[in-house]
T-cell receptor, first 108, second 117 residues
Framework: RKEVEQDPGPFNVPEGATVAFNCTYSNSASQSFFWYRQDCRKEPKLLMS???SGNEDGRFTAQLNRASQYISLLIRDSKLSDSATYLC?????????FGTGTRLQVFP | EPEVTQTPSHQVTQMGQEVILRCVPISNHLYFYWYRQILGQKVEFLVSFYNNEISEKSEIFDDQFSVERPDGSNFTLKIRSTKLEDSAMYFC???????????????FGEGSWLTVV
């Protein structure tokens, strides 16, 4: 089983749509959880940390379910500039474990 | 905003040659990392470095790889004898502190794209 598993997509959505990404992780001892964004051939950039209580940053909402080892990201009111690959990431000891990413394409 | 800088941005090298990738982490950061991403694949951890020694390394980080912090600012990744499968984007990263302290966000450099021919 992959350490971090994501649907690769692509998700093609119109501007203004709401889109949700899911992720599962295999190591129950994972300590921290994140969503990163990666544009083509660029470095990963932290979008937001994910907490068990759920957290929101503008149009982005992240949820963590430790019992199910499941992480989600909801993007509301999609913009063209949201087009990117969204990486689900967990921290084990001092290393980040990345999923393969979910590709989002927002069209006009 | 302070950033992690990497050089070169792109290097082409012949199989069997040695390569050194350079990184300047953010100046007050104490923890340093190398990750790599083969084209079309996920980002993979290579090595972490703290207090002038390797704190953790992955199976990928074999004897062909080494890291060094030769002075107070640079952090280098050396690949001794490159193979075709070493072709990838190599990301340097750094952070200030360990969780749960604040300042534990890991910042990535823009990457060095290595092509082995």
């Amino acid at each position: 089983r992959k350490e971090v598993e994501q649907d690769p997509g692509p998700f093609n959505v119109p501007e203004g749509a709401t889109v949700a990404f899911n992720c599962t992780y295999s190591n129950s001892a994972s300590q921290s959880f994140f969503w990163y964004r990666q544009d083509c051939r660029k470095e990963p950039k932290l979008l937001m940390s994910v907490y068990s209580s759920g957290n929101e940053d503008g149009r982005f909402t992240a949820q963590l379910n430790r019992a199910s080892q499941y992480i989600s990201l909801l993007i509301r009111d999609s913009k063209l500039s949201d087009s990117a690959t969204y990486l689900c990431v967990v921290r084990n000891t001092d290393k980040l474990i990345f999923g393969t990413g979910t590709r989002l394409q927002v069209f006009p | 905003e302070p950033e992690v800088t990497q050089t070169p941005s792109h290097q082409v090298t012949q199989m069997g040659q040695e390569v050194i990738l350079r990184c300047v982490p953010i100046s007050n950061h104490l923890y340093f990392y190398w990750y790599r991403q083969i084209l079309g694949q996920k980002v993979e951890f290579l090595v972490s470095f703290y207090n002038n020694e390797i704190s953790e390394k992955s199976e990928i980080f074999d004897d062909q790889f080494s890291v060094e912090r030769p002075d107070g600012s640079n952090f280098t990744l050396k690949i001794r004898s490159t193979k075709l499968e070493d072709s990838a984007m190599y990301f340097c990263a750094s952070k200030k502190r360990d969780p749960p302290l604040s300042g534990n966000t890991i910042y990535f450099g823009e990457g060095s794209w290595l092509t082995v021919v």
